[in-house]
């Protein structure tokens, strides 16, 4: 009743706030370039919109001198003042949201924050694209909307993909996860979804990072250290070591993500990383940069340093004697932009020494300045997305996403007999305790924004209402008020709760509060442990040093399991994996939850899943290592295959075989579904190119080089029949692996495609998966070159099995 009464003064109180706040927004901010009131530039053809970008990027290059130039190569690019250009700062991140970790973004005014989408190793677990792809559109609204407010770039330094290769890795958390294609397609969808899909225009310019072979924060004291350079760039790290990295693992670990992202997700840049690979700094290794990205891959856009490595790589790295050499070095290697001041510094001497031509501080130009226009920015004020302000930052609609985006990545890890979902009948009050239980920054993890706490206050009166409405109607949510949702807020929705730390903090270095904690599950008819890691344990510039959970948090788990009087549910947050081995084998601990950083909404996400509003549906992106894994096992040994001899285990599901807490792709539903292959081929014929023999082939071992094949859209076509045979609608995800026949250099399994489909309780559906034969079924050797194994591979998809058989065609089967 209160919430009838109260509900129409919420809403008016809604559309005040943003009322009050766009009519503040005004007519937007003052054009970056070509103000059609300035004489000076009116007619000058690099402001001719009709004019094709080439051709004025061209125009403006001829006329800035060079000194101007060498300012236009960091990323607070000066003004030109005499030619109506603005200062601009390239410099801003919206990794799961709009965040001010970089200079370009601050929040303030009419944006106090922004909506902060659960953290990216979560969303990776819904194995969604389109998911992932309506983040990155809701993202870019926001951003454009910020940056018509004045309060943000257009240039995001977005997303993270190197692979999660070691589960200690802190910034793990930031990325889609350990496998290849994932990260791929993650890539891909994510950086669609932020540049948006007008032609050659750019709704905002994305950046995939950190290339290549970049995972790894400070590991036993390696050669890592805080870089204080002359300027403040002093949140990144360095390390001046070199990782050695093989030209097989670089070609099927470690470039797949990004060349997915340039060539499948058209990215408009790439971000080179702070480390040395085999010997050179990636930012100065025209191999990696001119020869890679930009011809190989075809990137149409820039490649910019990450934050200072350039002067990380003459002062630290003491790559070069001098630090024109460093400049010329980069440039010449094809980095187009410096995150930092160094090559604003020393780009015009390394000119002028005759180290670097004018030429290759052009070129460079070309690349960034193509991407500015290709923004808007230099189109006067006729900008594109114009009309978005205030109202469409944290709107109702991007919330409600931010929580569907928690729900979706959820991982279900255990559900002994079934004791999940909880009923808020049976289970009225529920112990709610843990250091995690009560987080609201936690959830967010780390390159995040903030969302804002003026709305905090609406939120509170809709939560308030959304647990009257529950308990009078048993509906589900409503929608949450930009803010976050603790995890003890959101089961307060569902049950009376009686809420106990357990922990003072994560760290859990004492059992002061256990008593009360154990207490608390006696007196509830169900317990729920919210337990885990925050950025004390993993972050930039903390790599984790054990696996399992930190100090006295499993003691106080298995205690309060022990007393509790009904169900224990034991919900995790983490970005890496927790060894939790023994939560796993304790009858008593019914249930276990991953939820990894589930952002603003995940406490009402996780609500959801326990109440069963939600039929959780993630699977884990990463291998869950038990703690003994690590053991001898140095962070820095970059290799991905095991070496049995030496004792190394290898890395990720694709290499190591040995025995895990969870393995990759896990997660449990409330339905069953059982999968069948209704059709799919046997025989596979492998065309060769017309100027092979296929007798050569036969010579030459089991394996054509994918250059050799004439791959066009060879493909392998098969449909599975996925029934949900249990009572509840549930979505699932296909995963759809590939075991090569038997060779040294072959994963013992890959995955080559997923697919997520959603399914009613009782009915089935059929799913078509085509599997690219050359991409997807191949390996690759020890010279890095790629190739099609001939014979069987057998493609397992859940329980079953399929066996193709790869052929290579003759001439004769060509020609017919
Ligand atoms: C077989 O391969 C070699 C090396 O690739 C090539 O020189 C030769 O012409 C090929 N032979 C035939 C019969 O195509
Ligand atoms: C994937 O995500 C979208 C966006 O949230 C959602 O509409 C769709 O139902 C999801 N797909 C499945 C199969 O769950």
Not at 153 to 159: D, E, R, V
């Amino acid at each position: 009743m209160a919430c009838d009464t109260l509900f129409p003064y919420l809403l008016l109180l809604s559309l005040l706030i943003s009322f009050s706040a766009s009519s503040l927004a005004g007519a937007g901010r003052a054009p970056f370039a070509c103000d059609q009131n300035d004489a000076t530039t009116k007619g000058l053809p690099f402001c001719q919109v009709s004019l094709p970008i080439p051709e004025r990027v061209k125009d403006l290059i001829g006329k800035l001198t060079l000194q101007e130039k060498a300012k236009l190569l960091i990323n607070n690019a000066a003004a030109v003042p005499r030619l109506g250009i603005k200062g601009y700062e390239w410099w801003s991140e919206a990794l799961h949201g709009v965040s001010n970790v970089g200079p370009g973004t601050e929040f303030g005014g009419d944006f106090p924050g922004a909506t902060s989408f659960p953290q990216v190793i979560t969303t990776a677990s819904s194995f969604n694209e389109t998911l992932w792809e309506a983040i990155g559109r809701v993202v870019s609204d926001e951003a454009r909307a910020m940056y018509n407010g004045g309060m943000a770039g257009l240039t995001f330094w977005s997303p993270n993909v190197n692979i999660f290769r070691d589960p200690r890795w802190g910034r793990g958390q930031e990325t889609p996860g350990e496998d290849p294609v994932v990260a791929g397609k993650y890539a891909a969808s994510y950086v669609r979804g932020l540049q948006g899909t007008d032609g050659d225009r750019l709704k905002v310019a994305a950046s995939c990072k950190h290339f290549t072979a970049y995972d790894l924060e400070n590991w036993n004291g390696v050669d890592r250290f805080h870089f204080n350079a002359e300027v403040s760039f002093s949140m990144e790290l360095s390390h001046s070591e070199t990782v050695h990295v093989s030209k097989q693992d670089m070609e099927d670990t470690f470039d797949v993500p990004f060349r997915m992202c340039v060539k499948d997700g058209n990215v408009a840049s790439v971000m080179c990383s702070y480390n040395q690979v085999n010997g050179v700094p990636t930012c100065a290794d025209p191999n990696i940069l001119k020869k890679t990205i930009r011809g190989q891959w075809r990137l149409n856009g820039y490649i910019v340093s990450d934050c200072d490595s350039v002067g990380v790589y003459y002062n630290a790295q003491h790559y070069t004697s001098t630090p024109e050499e460093a400049a010329a070095d980069a440039i010449k290697a094809g980095l187009d932009l410096d995150c930092g001041p160094f090559l604003g510094l020393h780009s015009e001497d390394a000119v002028k020494r005759g180290l670097l031509s004018e030429v290759d501080v052009n070129n460079a130009l070309v690349n960034t300045l193509t991407v500015q226009m290709r923004l808007g920015l230099f189109d006067g004020p006729a900008q594109p997305y114009g009309n978005l302000g205030p109202k469409d930052v944290c709107s109702p609609a991007h919330q409600e996403l931010a929580l569907e985006a928690a729900r979706q990545g959820l991982v279900l890890l255990k559900n002994h007999g079934s004791v999940l979902p909880l009923s808020h009948i049976r289970h009225r009050t529920v112990a709610v305790i843990g250091p995690n239980s009560d987080v609201t920054v936690t959830m967010i993890g780390n390159y995040a924004g903030k969302p804002p706490s003026l709305f905090f206050f609406l939120f509170l009166l809709n939560h308030i209402c959304s647990l009257v409405l529950y308990n009078f109607f048993a509906v589900g949510q409503l929608g949450v008020a930009c803010g976050y949702t603790s995890p003890l807020q959101g089961i307060g929705i569902y049950a009376k709760t009686i809420h106990q730390q357990g922990c003072e903090d994560i760290a859990c270095g004492d059992d002061k509060l256990f008593n009360a904690a154990i207490d608390s599950s006696r007196q509830a008819d169900a317990t729920i442990l919210v337990m885990g890691l925050d950025q004390s344990i993993e972050a930039e510039a903390r790599d984790r040093t054990g696996l399992l959970l930190p100090g006295r948090q499993q003691e106080l788990v298995s205690k309060v399991a022990m007393a509790s009087r009904g169900p224990t549910i034991l919900v995790l947050m983490s970005g890496g994996p927790i060894d939790v081995t023994f939560a796993k084998n304790d009858p008593r601990i019914a249930a276990i939850l991953w939820a990894g950083y589930p952002g603003q909404a995940g406490g009402a996400a996780i609500a959801d899943v326990l109440y069963g509003t939600t039929n959780p549906g993630g699977k884990l992106p990463m291998t869950w290592y038990p703690q003994d894994y690590i053991t001898n096992l140095p962070m820095t040994n970059m290799a991905m295959r095991s070496s049995p001899s030496k004792r190394y285990p290898g890395r990720t599901y694709r290499f190591y075989k040995g025995p895990v807490v969870y393995p990759f792709g896990h997660g449990m539903s409330y339905t069953h579904f059982l999968n069948t292959i209704a059709t799919a081929p046997t025989v596979v014929a492998v065309p060769l190119d017309g100027h092979r023999r296929a007798g050569n082939v036969t010579v030459s071992g089991k394996a054509i080089k994918v250059t050799h094949a004439r791959c066009g859209r060879l493909s392998l076509g098969i449909q599975v029949d996925v029934k949900n045979v249990g009572s509840k609608d549930g979505s699932h995800t296909l995963l759809i692996f590939s075991k090569p026949p038997a060779g040294h250099w072959a994963p013992h399994k890959q995955l080559v495609a997923f697919k997520k489909v959603h399914v009613p309780a009782g009915t089935q559906q059929r799913v078509g998966i085509n599997i690219h034969v050359c991409k997807s079924l191949s390996v690759v050797d020890r010279s890095g070159i790629r190739r099609i194994p001939m014979g069987d591979h057998n493609i397992h998809i859940g329980d079953i099995k399929h066996s193709v058989s790869l052929q290579a065609a003759t001439l004769g089967v060509i020609k017919s």
